[in-house]
């Protein structure tokens, strides 16, 4: 009798696991269903970003040295370096996101190389993607536009001529630190520069330095952090998603 029901239950589990690899069903996931973004077809700005800079103002940004108000100008709707008053950052802090940035280097070319159309995004105020003028503008490789600084060279340069409009389209992985200070996660970055993609998911190896090595000190979340590096950047429509 016991054997006869093993044997039965045999026969139904075997029934059971033909029917799931048999079955279409078996293998479709239908629970969660991924919640609606809608996106804006006038200015691609998906529902569910945090609008960071529409033009209007730098109510969202503060003076990194002084923690004051942002002093970069604000023409039509861009914002504009104003050399000698410093880097600017978010008020906010964030983790690991999808940022959207756009951005103008000065249509007048002056110096070269590092010193042309120089400025930068840094996540968490530490990890650097180079913004510089990198048309016929040969600098060390990995400090052109689209580097990440003195870490990785992009995979090609798809910068525009001075004076054009560009866009950034980056997705930040942030690093996680355990409770003793040790980095338990790298960083890592994505980024697509005017729709191509130069840097695919490479590992964060520290901070980007000028001098020296990566260093990897312990931080929470931190802000966005863009460059006063002397010259007249322009940025607008900038966007984050909190990921
Ligand atoms: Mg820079």
């Not at 239908?30 to 529409?54: C, G, K, Q, Y």
């Not at 560009?166 to 930040?172: C, G, N, P, S, V």
């Not at 200070?181 to 005017?194: P, W």
Request: aromatic share 12%.
């Amino acid at each position: 009798m016991k054997r006869i029901f093993l044997t039965a239950v045999c026969i139904v589990v075997w029934i059971n696991s033909y029917a799931q690899i048999t079955q279409p069903e078996a293998s479709e996931v239908w629970e969660p269903e991924p919640r609606v973004v809608h996106v804006d077809s006038d200015n691609w700005i998906p529902s569910d970003a945090t609008v960071l800079f529409d033009g209007t103002d730098l109510s969202q940004w503060e003076s990194t040295n002084t923690g004051g108000p942002a002093e970069w100008t604000i023409t039509d709707d861009f914002m504009t370096v104003k050399a000698g008053t410093g880097n600017i950052q978010t008020k906010a802090s964030f983790g690991s996101m999808q940022l959207h940035i756009e951005f103008r280097t000065p249509s007048v070319i002056e110096g070269e190389g590092q010193g042309r159309g120089n400025s930068g995004v840094f996540f968490q105020k530490r990890y650097e993607v180079q913004v510089l003028d990198s048309y016929k503008n040969r600098t060390y490789s990995n400090g052109q536009a689209g580097s990440v600084y003195k870490q990785y060279l992009p995979l090609v340069n798809a910068s525009l001529p001075p004076g054009k409009w560009q866009k950034y389209d980056i997705i930040f992985d942030a690093p996680e630190f355990n409770k003793d200070g040790i980095k338990v996660r790298s960083a890592y970055l994505t980024v697509f520069h005017n729709g191509v993609l130069i840097q695919n998911h490479v590992e964060v190896l520290g901070t980007t330095e000028y001098i020296g090595f990566p260093k990897n000190i312990a931080h929470t979340e931190d802000k966005i952090m863009l460059q006063d590096h002397s010259n007249p950047i322009s940025y607008r429509n900038i966007w984050i998603r909190n990921l």
